[in-house]
């Protein structure tokens, strides 16, 4: 079954911190793999997009790691700031389809 | 570009009660869905469509209707409201193709409570 697995659930960092988001899946064949910041009400919006081909992807602050073999992808946010406080979805397509495999999100909280 | 719009932001609907969430997107995307999101899972797709005229079933389908008669538009309508549907609603565009970055955008939301 296609799945997507993301930790941690959620985390609390200091501003000017950095961090690291983790999402594990199981979707094949692959297609791409997104990065996704929900904030507080908001909709999702795209960070990054990432092939197999590719294995760093940067957004500013943002950067994107994938490897394929392992079927790993982590977002690092460098000196977080207040505005990082969001939800982060990592999203999987498969190939030869045009649905997409949401993750349950990680919930970054960054206090002052 | 308004991007991807959606009315309305908040509803209260009793049981049994039947509504359509609007959807409308200016940057000419094939691709349009509807989702929902409810806490500590993942976005569900509920239908989709390639086009217009054309839509599908997507993972949890059941109690919602679609129909695509222009690019821009794609109305979700609830039949007969349940508190099960009680759930924050998204609706996404995007252009079609495998293998391009088919980037999706998202609509604010619909935040929909069924009494």
């Known amino acids: 079954k296609n799945q997507v697995e993301q930790s941690p659930q959620s985390l609390i960092i200091l501003e000017g911190k950095n961090c690291t988001l983790q999402?594990?899946?199981?979707?094949?064949?692959?297609?791409?793999l997104r990065w996704y910041k929900q904030d507080t009400g908001r909709g999702p919006v795209s960070l990054t997009i990432m092939t197999f081909s590719e294995n760093t992807k940067s957004n500013g602050r943002y950067t994107a790691t994938l490897d394929a073999d392992t079927k790993q992808s982590s977002l690092h946010i460098t000196a977080s700031q207040l505005s990082d406080s969001a939800s982060y979805i990592c999203?999987?397509?498969?190939?030869?389809?045009?649905?997409?495999?949401f993750g349950t999100g990680t919930r970054l909280q960054v206090f002052p | 570009n308004a991007g991807v719009t959606q009315t309305p932001k908040f509803q209260v609907l009793k049981t049994g009660q039947s509504m359509t969430l609007q959807c409308a997107q200016d940057m000419n995307h094939e691709y349009m869905s509807w989702y929902r999101q409810d806490p500590g899972m993942g976005l569900r797709l509920i239908h989709y469509?390639?086009?217009?005229?054309?839509?599908d079933q997507g993972e949890v389908p059941n109690g919602y209707n679609v129909s695509r008669s222009t690019t821009e538009d794609f109305p979700l309508r609830l039949l007969s409201a349940a508190p099960s549907q009680t759930s924050v609603y998204f609706c996404?565009?995007?252009?079609?193709?495998?293998?391009?970055?088919?980037?999706?955008?998202f609509g604010p939301g619909t935040r929909l409570t069924v009494l």
């Open positions: 996404a565009s995007n252009r079609l193709g495998q293998g391009t970055y088919n980037e999706q955008f």
């Open positions: 999402c594990n899946y199981t979707v094949s064949p692959f297609s791409n």
């Open positions: 469509s390639v086009g217009a005229g054309i839509t």
């Open positions: 999203v999987v397509s498969a190939l030869n389809t045009d649905k997409l495999i």
